[in-house]
Each structure stands twice: as structure tokens, then as C-alpha cells.
């Protein structure tokens, strides 16, 4: 997703002819199960043996918005703190497959090594007439972003998504609106291979890749229509894309879903769920196929108010992944305080545990923004200014200190009392994430069912003023553990197991 000023207007425009899903309730914290006590009457008891989704990860989109952090002159010092162990230590970065690439280079052999000081940096790409030059500087900046953070952060997971296919496949003519041509769907798929092979001979192997970017929208920039998804999206996997990776690139995951909104909002118009749901129901063969189910979380446009965050029923039947894939609240003020870093947090906790996603992505990473809460991090179009939001060192909480690959074991605790805690265990080592919006500190008893503990429980807390700050450890009385959370904090605790 781009800007949301078109978004809206496309939407009102339909709002009177079609109902909007009742939403008047924001989620609530956590629904965990009925409150069950060990011998110790905790507060909080983490089911070491209830496993629910794998851990595959947190990221960063930066897709077209590359541009400006390839050209800021403390672009090394951005990755450091979205890739870099002293940072977020993300280990997801989500591209774009553009649809104005040389199709037999891909671009991979661009110059992206001119010196900062090259007069083409100082190029406002976003500009009326500068339309050559953005094409240039998102080839440029996006494979600068993903050389650096695969090749120096060993960043494991590359996604890409496709906004929309070239124009020449399309049934317009244009890359926007519009949709692929039934005549075109061999063509496309031998793209999306050709992309993947260019990646991988740069060393750049492609983990998953989306056909389909908000298929459910034609927006004013890059976009593509693939309504129904179970006679378009569906049908192009399971007999065009899905043979053609399975034959070039056996390993490469295929995500489908990324609607705009996690659930539905207007009449034809439905969430990434239930698009999903349908994708499955009339399409069995597709899970012959490495697949991903994916939504995006964005607000009902019309009332602005968050969407319910609920699971992915049909695909965890089939013991389909579902990620959340893009996310960030454009209508909301710009605010790097802690009041959006605990709305932040309560949003994560959320996807992880009433959703059960296996992974979460933030839109967008850096971007020159500073009128919304898109971006973790504002970087000025004076190239040399930026500044870190609280929700992007809130989102280290969970990044930094839940290892790709844990499991998420089920925490029960009472969420009437305002807290939220989420557990993961990876080996014999595990983390809880304790979340306190009260203006208030809050003490509470936490220990592990089926498990004995082993030593101290080492915290890091992130408020007002603190950073993953270490707090000192906490040691267990018998299998139990006080915690001390502090006012409007989260924090992540580390501990193991005998």
C-alpha cells in the first residue's frame, strides 16, 4: 500500500451501495481459555507442552519506498537498526517484483555503488516529472536494500510481491487497474520464474514470492484486479505458477491472500480471510504446492476503526502458514511516543495469538512521512535526518528475543486485568512478553506447566525512556517467578528449562 488519500476516495465512493461490517468494538486483549491454576495459584502459567503456530519470523516492507533510504546518507546506520544485532535483528524483508524490469536482466546489473554525493540523490523521486528517475531509483535502491541485508545481515526470508504484472500482460494495457489477460497467465509465470532466477544468480534466493499484492483494489499507482480470486488468483497457482516454480524453483513459497484488510469490509469486497477460505474450498490442489495464506491489516477505510484479528480457519485446517504481510495505521497522527508503541504492541500480540501468525511485517520500514504512523522510522528528505518511533522499538520486544522457529505455547492468564503475556519456547530456552498499558506498575506471579524452570529470568524493557534496557534478573521461588512491569512497558523476558 502506497498513500491512503486515493484509498479512501476509492472506497467512500462505494460505501453507499454496499454495507460495512459491523465494527463498533476494538479487539480485545487476548481471549485465553479459562483460567487454570498450577500448584503455585500463578497469575500467569505458560502450557510448556501446548504448542500452537511456528515462529517463521519479523520484517520490514520497503518494496518501492527503497528509493529514499537507499539515497539517505545514514542509510548504513537504518539497516543496523532494522537488521543489525543492536537492532530490531529482523530477519523478513518483503520487495516488489516491478513490472517495468528488463526481463531478461531483471536489472541485476545496474550500477548501485554511485557516490552519495551523485547529484541523482538529490532527486525527489515522488515528484511530478521525475517519473523516469523514481523507475531508476526503485530498481537501484531495492536491490541495494536487499544485496545489503541478505549478503551483511544474513537476512533468511526475501519476499517479493507483485502490485502488478507488465502492461503489455494486461488486459488494459496499463499497470494500472485492469487485469491479466487469461492469454498472458504462461507469460507471467515464466516472469515470476525469470525474476527468481536473476535474484538467485546474484545471490539473492527468493523465499516466497506473491503474485497478487491487495488484488481486491485498482489503485491509482501500480495495481492489478483478480476478482474472484478462486477463478483468477486460485487457477493461476495451481496450473501456471505452481508447475513453473515447481519445476525451476521447487523451494520458493507462493503466497497468496494480501487483501488490504484482515477480515471483511465492503459487500464485494472481502477480507484476506475469507478470500482465502475461498481460494482453498474451490482450489484443493493448491496445497500441492509450498503455499503461504497472507493478509494485510489495515483499517475499515470508511469508519477507520480496526478490523477483528481472527484466525485463518480453512488454512489451519490444512496446516497452511498464514502471515500478516503488511501492516501500519495511515490514519493515524504521526506519534513516535509510547502511546502508539503500546497500541503497537497490543496489535502484535494480537496477530500472534488470536490469529496465529507465523509472521508479521511492518509497512513500511523508512519512509519520508512524518503525517502518519506508516513508517518505523521517518527519514528526512534532506537525506541526513531521521527519526525512530517507540512502536519500532516496541516491535524489538518481540524481533529481538523470540528466535525464528519457536513455537508459541499457550499463556493463560486472566486479560480482564489489563496485562497481556505471550510465550515462545525454542529448545530448552524460552521467552514471555509481558505487555502494561496502565499508567501504573503491575506485579504478577508467572511460572511453566510441565516444566521445571532453571535460574534467573532476565528482562529487557522498552517505555518512555528506555530501550530493551536489561533489568535485573529475576530469580524463581520453586517453579514461580515476580515480575515487576513497569508503567506503559513491554517486557521481554529470557529464560530455560532443566
Same mark, same amino acid.
Not at 384 to 391: A, L, N, T
Not at 408 to 421: C, E, F, K, T
Given at each position: 500500500?502506497?498513500?491512503?488519500?486515493?484509498?479512501?476516495?476509492?472506497?467512500?465512493?462505494?460505501?453507499?451501495?454496499?454495507?460495512?461490517?459491523?465494527?463498533?468494538?476494538?479487539?480485545?486483549?487476548?481471549?485465553?481459555?479459562?483460567?487454570?491454576?498450577?500448584?503455585?495459584?500463578?497469575?500467569?502459567?505458560?502450557?510448556?507442552?501446548?504448542?500452537?503456530?511456528?515462529?517463521?519470523?519479523?520484517?520490514?516492507?520497503?518494496?518501492?519506498?527503497?528509493?529514499?533510504?537507499?539515497?539517505?546518507?545514514?542509510?548504513?546506520?537504518?539497516?543496523?537498526?532494522?537488521?543489525?544485532?543492536?537492532?530490531?535483528?529482523?530477519?523478513?524483508?518483503?520487495?516488489?517484483?516491478?513490472?517495468?524490469?528488463?526481463?531478461?536482466?531483471?536489472?541485476?546489473?545496474?550500477?548501485?555503488?554511485?557516490?552519495?554525493?551523485?547529484?541523482?540523490?538529490?532527486?525527489?523521486?515522488?515528484?511530478?516529472?521525475?517519473?523516469?528517475?523514481?523507475?531508476?531509483?526503485?530498481?537501484?535502491?531495492?536491490?541495494?536494500?536487499?544485496?545489503?541485508?541478505?549478503?551483511?545481515?544474513?537476512?533468511?526470508?526475501?519476499?517479493?510481491?507483485?502490485?502488478?504484472?507488465?502492461?503489455?500482460?494486461?488486459?488494459?494495457?496499463?499497470?494500472?487497474?485492469?487485469?491479466?489477460?487469461?492469454?498472458?497467465?504462461?507469460?507471467?509465470?515464466?516472469?515470476?520464474?525469470?525474476?527468481?532466477?536473476?535474484?538467485?544468480?546474484?545471490?539473492?534466493?527468493?523465499?516466497?514470492?506473491?503474485?497478487?499484492?491487495?488484488?481486491?483494489?485498482?489503485?491509482?499507482?501500480?495495481?492489478?484486479?483478480?476478482?474472484?480470486?478462486?477463478?483468477?488468483?486460485?487457477?493461476?497457482?495451481?496450473?501456471?505458477?505452481?508447475?513453473?516454480?515447481?519445476?525451476?524453483?521447487?523451494?520458493?513459497?507462493?503466497?497468496?491472500?494480501?487483501?488490504?484488510?484482515?477480515?471483511?469490509?465492503?459487500?464485494?469486497?472481502?477480507?484476506?480471510?475469507?478470500?482465502?477460505?475461498?481460494?482453498?474450498?474451490?482450489?484443493?490442489?493448491?496445497?500441492?504446492?509450498?503455499?503461504?495464506?497472507?493478509?494485510?491489516?489495515?483499517?475499515?477505510?470508511?469508519?477507520?476503526?480496526?478490523?477483528?484479528?481472527?484466525?485463518?480457519?480453512?488454512?489451519?485446517?490444512?496446516?497452511?502458514?498464514?502471515?500478516?504481510?503488511?501492516?501500519?495505521?495511515?490514519?493515524?497522527?504521526?506519534?513516535?511516543?509510547?502511546?502508539?508503541?503500546?497500541?503497537?504492541?497490543?496489535?502484535?500480540?494480537?496477530?500472534?495469538?488470536?490469529?496465529?501468525?507465523?509472521?508479521?511485517?511492518?509497512?513500511?520500514?523508512?519512509?519520508?512521512?512524518?503525517?502518519?504512523?506508516?513508517?518505523?522510522?521517518?527519514?528526512?528528505?534532506?537525506?541526513?535526518?531521521?527519526?525512530?518511533?517507540?512502536?519500532?522499538?516496541?516491535?524489538?520486544?518481540?524481533?529481538?528475543?523470540?528466535?525464528?522457529?519457536?513455537?508459541?505455547?499457550?499463556?493463560?492468564?486472566?486479560?480482564?486485568?489489563?496485562?497481556?503475556?505471550?510465550?515462545?519456547?525454542?529448545? *530448552?530456552?524460552?521467552?514471555?512478553? +509481558?505487555?502494561? $498499558? @496502565?499508567?501504573? /506498575?503491575?506485579?504478577? &506471579? =508467572?511460572?511453566?506447566?510441565?516444566?521445571?524452570?532453571?535460574?534467573?529470568?532476565?528482562?529487557?524493557?522498552?517505555?518512555?525512556?528506555? *530501550?530493551?534496557?536489561?533489568?535485573? +534478573?529475576?530469580? $524463581? @521461588?520453586?517453579? /514461580?517467578?515476580?515480575? &515487576? =512491569?513497569?508503567?506503559?512497558?513491554?517486557?521481554?523476558?529470557?529464560?530455560?528449562?532443566?
Amino acid at each position: 500500500m502506497k498513500k491512503m488519500k486515493f484509498f479512501s476516495i476509492l472506497v467512500a465512493s462505494v460505501a453507499c451501495l454496499f454495507a460495512c461490517t459491523d465494527s463498533n468494538e476494538l479487539p480485545q486483549a487476548e481471549q485465553s481459555p479459562a483460567v487454570t491454576r498450577s500448584a503455585s495459584n500463578a497469575d500467569v502459567v505458560l502450557q510448556w507442552n501446548n504448542e500452537e503456530q511456528n515462529i517463521d519470523g519479523f520484517g520490514i516492507a520497503q518494496a518501492g519506498w527503497s528509493t529514499y533510504l537507499y539515497a539517505h546518507r545514514k542509510r548504513n546506520e537504518l539497516m543496523d537498526i532494522f537488521f543489525g544485532q543492536d537492532g530490531l535483528r529482523l530477519s523478513i524483508l518483503r520487495g516488489e517484483v516491478f513490472p517495468h524490469y528488463d526481463p531478461n536482466t531483471f536489472n541485476m546489473d545496474e550500477n548501485i555503488d554511485q557516490p552519495l554525493d551523485d547529484p541523482f540523490f538529490d532527486i525527489d523521486y515522488n515528484a511530478a516529472g521525475n517519473e523516469a528517475a523514481e523507475v531508476i531509483a526503485k530498481h537501484h535502491g531495492q536491490l541495494w536494500v536487499t544485496k545489503k541485508a541478505k549478503l551483511e545481515y544474513n537476512v533468511d526470508k526475501l519476499v517479493f510481491s507483485v502490485w502488478t504484472p507488465p502492461a503489455s500482460m494486461k488486459s488494459n494495457g496499463s499497470t494500472t487497474d485492469g487485469h491479466l489477460k487469461l492469454t498472458s497467465y504462461n507469460d507471467f509465470a515464466n516472469y515470476l520464474s525469470n525474476f527468481c532466477d536473476a535474484f538467485e544468480r546474484a545471490g539473492l534466493p527468493v523465499y516466497a514470492i506473491s503474485p497478487a499484492n491487495e488484488p481486491e483494489y485498482a489503485f491509482p499507482w501500480n495495481s492489478c484486479i483478480w476478482l474472484p480470486g478462486t477463478t483468477t488468483v486460485g487457477p493461476f497457482i495451481v496450473n501456471h505458477l505452481g508447475p513453473k516454480l515447481k519445476a525451476t524453483h521447487p523451494s520458493t513459497k507462493i503466497i497468496f491472500g494480501e487483501n488490504g484488510q484482515w477480515t471483511g469490509i465492503l459487500g464485494f469486497i472481502m477480507g484476506s480471510k475469507n478470500y482465502v477460505r475461498d481460494i482453498l474450498n474451490v482450489n484443493t490442489r493448491i496445497t500441492n504446492f509450498p503455499v503461504i495464506a497472507a493478509g494485510h491489516g489495515y483499517n475499515d477505510p470508511v469508519t477507520k476503526k480496526e478490523l477483528p484479528i481472527v484466525p485463518f480457519d480453512k488454512a489451519e485446517s490444512k496446516g497452511i502458514p498464514v502471515w500478516q504481510t503488511e501492516i501500519s495505521d495511515p490514519y493515524e497522527s504521526y506519534d513516535v511516543t509510547m502511546t502508539s508503541g503500546l497500541k503497537w504492541a497490543r496489535i502484535i500480540h494480537q496477530y500472534l495469538c488470536e490469529a496465529n501468525v507465523g509472521a508479521f511485517i511492518w509497512w513500511a520500514g523508512a519512509l519520508p512521512d512524518g503525517g502518519t504512523t506508516e513508517g518505523l522510522i521517518n527519514i528526512d528528505k534532506n537525506r541526513v535526518d531521521y527519526e525512530v518511533s517507540k512502536r519500532c522499538e516496541v516491535l524489538g520486544n518481540f524481533s529481538r528475543y523470540i528466535p525464528v522457529n519457536s513455537r508459541r505455547i499457550s499463556a493463560q492468564y486472566n486479560p480482564d486485568l489489563g496485562y497481556m503475556v505471550s510465550g515462545y519456547k525454542y529448545g *530448552k530456552s524460552y521467552t514471555a512478553v +509481558a505487555i502494561n $498499558p @496502565s499508567d501504573s /506498575e503491575v506485579s504478577i &506471579t =508467572l511460572t511453566l506447566d510441565n516444566a521445571q524452570v532453571n535460574g534467573a529470568l532476565q528482562g529487557y524493557v522498552t517505555d518512555e525512556t528506555r *530501550k530493551w534496557e536489561a533489568i535485573e +534478573a529475576v530469580q $524463581p @521461588s520453586g517453579n /514461580e517467578y515476580v515480575l &515487576t =512491569l513497569p508503567a506503559r512497558s513491554v517486557v521481554s523476558y529470557v529464560g530455560s528449562v532443566q
